[in-house]
T-cell receptor, first 114, second 112 residues
Framework: GDSVTQMEGPVTLSEEAFLTINCTYT??????LFWYVQYPGEGLQLLLK?????DKGSNKGFEATYRKETTSFHLEKGSVQVSDSAVYFC?????????????FGSGTRLSIRP | SQTIHQWPATLVQPVGSPLSLECTVE??????LYWYRQAAGRGLQLLFY??????ISSEVPQNLSASRPQDRQFILSSKKLLLSDSGFYLC???????????FGPGTRLTVL
């Protein structure tokens, strides 16, 4: 079945460091891909998305490119801030089915040191 | 704009007591609705989803149930809570024709 695999955390970086969180997916079709962020004690917020191959999603300095050839959707940011500390979830949605079920990765906890 | 509400925000319940968590969505019609559970330090587990009033699909066997009495209301229930029901419960909605989901603020349930 479809699945999403992301790098295990926690990831600890210093402020202004470069961030990469790896994410790969398996799917029978051509899913939409997402990154969600969860700040402590809160629900998930959609960070960015891409709906087809070679699309680049971007938001708040974060970027991810839908790579069909490597089935990847790695999250990157050039210079992280303390406020970026959160748990990040990679996810895929198998097209426009009536249920629109999303498959989530296990989450990667990111901590940024001042 | 659309908003999603969950209540209560936190709940502490004894083992064996009943449970009712409520989720409502505003600003949209005929949304798909979802209940997830997030155990401490872990990922999300889809519990139930609904594509319309009275239509509930269960993803995992458990002592929880869900109901959708109105188009924008989704309720998660249990007749008798177990210790293992503790966790962070998240409600989400999506437009019927798109994959992206939008999450509520969550309910933290502690069963003692």
């Amino acid at each position: 079945g479809d699945s999403v695999t992301q790098m295990e955390g926690p990831v600890t970086l210093s402020e202004e460091a470069f961030l990469t969180i790896n994410c790969t997916y398996t799917a029978t079709g051509y899913p939409s891909l997402f990154w969600y962020v969860q700040y402590p004690g809160e629900g998930l917020q959609l960070l960015l998305k891409a709906t087809k191959a070679d699309d680049k999603g971007s938001n708040k300095g974060f970027e991810a490119t839908y790579r069909k050839e490597t089935t990847s959707f790695h999250l990157e940011k050039g210079s992280v801030q303390v406020s970026d500390s959160a748990v990040y979830f990679c996810a895929s949605a198998a097209g426009y089915s009536s249920a629109s079920k999303i498959i989530f990765g296990s989450g990667t906890r990111l901590s940024i040191r001042p | 704009s659309q908003t999603i509400h969950q209540w209560p925000a936190t709940l502490v319940q004894p083992v064996g007591s009943p449970l009712s968590l409520e989720c409502t969505v505003e600003g949209t019609s005929n949304p798909n609705l979802y209940w997830y559970r997030q155990a401490a330090g872990r990922g999300l587990q889809l519990l139930f989803y609904s594509v319309g009033i009275g239509q509930i699909s269960s993803e995992v066997p458990q002592n929880l149930s869900a109901s959708r009495p109105q188009d924008r209301q989704f309720i998660l229930s249990s007749k008798k809570l177990l210790l293992s029901d503790s966790g962070f419960y998240l409600c989400a909605w999506s437009p019927a024709d798109r994959g992206v989901q939008f999450f509520g603020p969550g309910t933290r349930l502690t069963v003692l």
